[in-house]
């Protein structure tokens, strides 16, 4: 995962009402970070014909294709000079599929920022295939826009906790969730669930829950105590639960103002692109979600 020193915040524009409050939120984002805001539009140069229209060609279908684009682009840098209107904007119009272009543009983004559905998409999804795929493999954070944030609400972040695998992925995330509760000078609810299912089914109803709970807290303690030290203005509240981790996180997120998630899961789907509790929030949360990377996974297709 890489989070570009100075790199710009990239907002993915298609014409849809969802990108355009993805845009006014990365706006709003990038005034925070006191950077430049990079509005692209990707178009997918393609050979289809419509029918009724055999003499028009490819070439006419590639200009229409991208006049349609700098429109798009226009409406977008208008709706983020209604939220930021002394920003600095970059606007292109890039030719490949969306998914693609995107994954290009985190390479050297600060952060990539998505709507929840595109034009193309079908309607009665709850996420759409472009924002999916980019939050499995880029390179930089993927923030998707959803729901409605809570103007001071917390930052939750969700963690695996202790020294188990994933470590690195916490840290990750933490370290996004940190520097974003600190840039907006709010709480940060970390939670962690700890789970029965890992352990052996005939030891569970000998189990001390108490005392695992204990185990539990103690562990993440240790290990927020080094980001504590890094952002002592934050303000750092810890929550363990049994279980249920989407559950708890999409609770949480309808007071806050950013939900973070690590791209991977754990356990049997440790191996996951993108993990059962990071889809489910992306699906489900009430305010904008940033999946974040493990600092040392290099990005599909990188060395």
């Given at each position: 995962?890489?989070n570009?020193?100075?790199?710009a915040?990239?907002?993915?524009?298609?014409g849809?009402?969802?990108?355009?409050?993805?845009?006014?939120w990365a706006?709003?984002?990038?005034?925070r970070?006191d950077t430049?805001?990079?509005?692209?539009?990707?178009?997918?140069?393609t050979?289809?014909?419509?029918?009724?229209?055999?003499?028009?060609?490819?070439?006419?279908?590639?200009?229409?294709?991208?006049?349609?684009?700098?429109?798009?682009?226009?409406?977008?840098a208008?709706?983020?000079?209604?939220v930021?209107?002394?920003?600095?904007?970059?606007?292109?119009?890039?030719?490949?599929?969306?998914?693609?272009?995107?994954?290009?543009?985190?390479?050297?983004?600060?952060?990539?920022?998505?709507?929840?559905?595109?034009?193309?998409?079908?309607?009665g999804l709850?996420?759409?295939s472009?924002?999916?795929a980019?939050?499995?493999?880029?390179?930089?954070?993927?923030?998707?826009?959803r729901?409605t944030?809570?103007?001071?609400?917390?930052?939750?972040?969700?963690?695996?906790?202790?020294?188990?695998?994933g470590?690195?992925?916490?840290?990750a995330a933490?370290?996004?969730?940190?520097e974003?509760?600190?840039?907006?000078?709010?709480?940060?609810?970390?939670?962690?669930?700890?789970?029965?299912?890992?352990l052996?089914?005939?030891?569970?109803?000998?189990?001390d829950?108490?005392a695992v709970?204990a185990?539990?807290?103690?562990?993440?303690?240790?290990?927020?105590?080094?980001?504590?030290?890094?952002?002592?203005?934050?303000?750092?509240?810890a929550?363990?639960?049994?279980?249920?981790?989407a559950?708890?996180?999409?609770?949480?997120?309808?007071?806050?103002g950013?939900l973070?998630?690590?791209?991977r899961?754990?356990?049997?789907?440790?191996?996951?692109?993108?993990?059962s509790?990071?889809?489910?929030?992306?699906?489900?949360?009430?305010?904008?979600?940033?999946?974040?990377?493990?600092?040392?996974?290099?990005?599909?297709g990188r060395?």
């Amino acid at each position: 995962m890489t989070n570009e020193p100075g790199g710009a915040v990239v907002a993915g524009v298609d014409g849809s009402g969802t990108a355009l409050d993805a845009t006014r939120w990365a706006a709003a984002e990038a005034v925070r970070r006191d950077t430049r805001l990079r509005l692209v539009a990707a178009v997918g140069w393609t050979t289809f014909r419509p029918p009724g229209l055999p003499a028009l060609g490819q070439e006419y279908q590639r200009q229409a294709g991208a006049r349609a684009a700098e429109e798009h682009l226009e409406a977008a840098a208008g709706a983020a000079r209604e939220v930021a209107p002394g920003l600095e904007i970059e606007r292109e119009v890039r030719g490949g599929e969306p998914q693609v272009v995107l994954r290009a543009e985190a390479e050297r983004a600060a952060l990539l920022v998505l709507g929840t559905r595109g034009r193309g998409g079908f309607t009665g999804l709850l996420l759409g295939s472009v924002a999916l795929a980019v939050a499995r493999h880029a390179a930089c954070p993927v923030a998707v826009v959803r729901g409605t944030p809570a103007p001071d609400g917390p930052v939750v972040v969700g963690v695996n906790g202790g020294d188990e695998p994933g470590g690195s992925e916490d840290d990750a995330a933490l370290g996004v969730a940190f520097e974003e509760a600190a840039r907006r000078s709010v709480p940060l609810v970390v939670v962690h669930a700890w789970s029965e299912a890992v352990l052996d089914p005939f030891l569970v109803p000998l189990l001390d829950r108490s005392a695992v709970q204990a185990e539990q807290e103690k562990a993440l303690e240790g290990r927020l105590a080094g980001w504590s030290g890094k952002y002592p203005g934050v303000d750092v509240r810890a929550v363990i639960v049994v279980d249920g981790a989407a559950r708890e996180l999409v609770a949480r997120s309808a007071g806050a103002g950013l939900l973070v998630v690590g791209s991977r899961g754990r356990g049997p789907i440790a191996g996951a692109l993108l993990g059962s509790v990071s889809q489910a929030v992306l699906h489900h949360a009430a305010c904008p979600v940033v999946v974040v990377r493990p600092e040392a996974e290099p990005a599909e297709g990188r060395p």
